[in-house]
């Protein structure tokens, strides 16, 4: 079980400014969470392989395919800065990385 300490102290290191009232309504909803979880881990779960998710997830992006661009020189003219066949873009590494 959770008392109001703990609250008072979990509190302090996430910086949060509680009152009283708020450390006792939180010290009683995070004992039911807890003891939520403990009747979680009574369950067997031996025979259950591990998951990340639910349900099945698939990757519904599209294979990338390389199509030219007729017009390249309005779009290198909309740049603010280019140079040649290239956009030209401030350095943002040190010589030395």
Partial sequence: MIDQEQVHKVANLARLELTPEEEEQFTTQLGSILDYIQQLDELDVSNVPPTTRAIDVSNITREDELQPYANRESIL????????????????????E
């Fill in 77 to 96: 003219n909309s740049a603010p800065e280019q140079e040649g066949e290239f956009f030209k873009v401030p350095k943002i590494l040190n010589s030395n």
